[in-house]
Structures are given as structure tokens and as C-alpha cells.
């Protein structure tokens, strides 16, 4: 008679857990602000972290414009406390009437000029922000707007966005 054998189980490996380059990742909530027409206008966020950007996001969650106007006319920026400009987009690059839900990433694979109105989800930025990497995190950071509409009704609507700062991590 055959002999039962036992056989031999294994065990999958565990995988090893991703590591993150950065050490923490806090989203900063900027305050609403209205831009007329034509405007520029801006508002600003005030950090303390003591550490360097190791990336930054931008999330817009609520921005439309009035009237007649649309998003051709808009160019929004972002401006770290040393004074480097990164275009989130320029003036007459994205059409529609709003943003919603929309995060400014370098990772992401899709442009925000290729993008569909309310652009919502990850787009990766006209300018780069990865431009901000390697600075201090602490000190003041601008959201500024430019309206070049000069009509009736023209305004833009700034109502929730914030910041997603990730600190690098210490070098060693």
C-alpha cells in the first residue's frame, strides 16, 4: 500500500513595506477670497514647519468665476515665502466656468491644460512644483489669482483650497 507523504507547505513571503521619502504630509487650509474684475489678489498660508519641501500639492476644491466670464481669463500661481513663482496655469489655457476637487500634482499623468472643466481629480501643474523642493517649509506661501476679465459679473470666487505640504526626510 502507498505510503501517505506530507507535503511541504510554504509560505508566502511578506512583502516589506513602501517607504515614504517624507516624514509627514499636513494639509494646510487657505481662506476664501474674491478677485474682481480685472484683479490680481491673494491670500496666503503661514507655516512653521522647521523642514525642507520634499513635495507640495495644491487641492482647489471651490474656485468658479462670474458672468461672462470663464477660466480663459485666469491664471492662478503659487509662491513659496523666498519668492519662486510655480503657474498652476496661465492666462488662457483652461475654459469652463470652475475648478472642483482639483489637485495640482507633479505626479499626475494628465495636464491641466488637457483636462476636462470642472477638472476634477489629479493634474499635473503648467509649471513644475517640485521647483519648491529643498526649500524651508516655514514662512508664508501665496495663492495669487489674476482675473483679466473687464466685464459685468466678472468676479472669481476663491471658496476652499489648501495646501499639502510633505517634508523631506532628513538626510542622513
Known amino acids: 500500500t502507498p505510503t501517505p507523504s506530507v507535503t511541504p507547505t510554504t509560505?508566502?513571503?511578506?512583502?516589506s513595506p513602501t517607504v515614504s521619502p517624507?516624514?509627514?504630509?499636513p494639509i494646510y487650509q487657505g481662506t476664501p477670497?474674491?478677485?474682481?474684475?480685472?484683479?490680481?489678489?491673494?491670500?496666503?498660508?503661514?507655516?512653521?514647519?522647521?523642514?525642507?519641501?520634499?513635495?507640495i500639492m495644491v487641492n482647489i476644491?471651490?474656485?468658479?468665476?462670474?458672468?461672462?466670464?470663464?477660466?480663459?481669463?485666469?491664471?492662478?500661481?503659487?509662491?513659496?515665502?523666498r519668492e519662486k513663482v510655480v503657474a498652476l496655469f496661465e492666462k488662457h489655457q483652461l475654459s469652463e466656468h470652475a475648478l472642483?476637487?482639483?489637485?495640482?500634482d507633479d505626479d499626475a499623468t494628465t495636464n491641466i491644460a488637457d483636462g476636462?472643466?470642472?477638472?476634477v481629480g489629479h493634474f499635473h501643474?503648467?509649471?513644475?512644483?517640485?521647483?519648491?523642493?529643498g526649500e524651508l517649509i516655514a514662512g508664508e506661501w501665496k495663492?495669487?489669482?489674476?482675473?483679466?476679465?473687464?466685464?459685468?459679473?466678472?468676479?472669481?470666487?476663491?471658496?476652499d483650497w489648501s495646501l499639502e505640504v510633505c517634508a523631506a526626510e532628513p538626510t542622513p
Open 33 to 55: 477670497f474674491v478677485i474682481l474684475n480685472p484683479d490680481v489678489n491673494s491670500r496666503s498660508i503661514t507655516l512653521t514647519d522647521i523642514h525642507r519641501v520634499g513635495k
Open 22 to 25: 517624507y516624514a509627514h504630509c
Open 125 to 133: 501643474p503648467t509649471g513644475n512644483l517640485s521647483d519648491f523642493n
Open 61 to 81: 476644491e471651490d474656485f468658479s468665476v462670474g458672468g461672462n466670464n470663464d477660466l480663459d481669463n485666469v491664471g492662478i500661481y503659487l509662491i513659496s515665502p
Open 100 to 104: 472642483a476637487g482639483t489637485w495640482f
Open 11 to 15: 509560505t508566502p513571503p511578506t512583502p
Open 143 to 159: 495663492l495669487l489669482i489674476f482675473n483679466d476679465y473687464a466685464g459685468i459679473f466678472g468676479e472669481a470666487y476663491m471658496n
Open 116 to 119: 476636462l472643466g470642472p477638472y
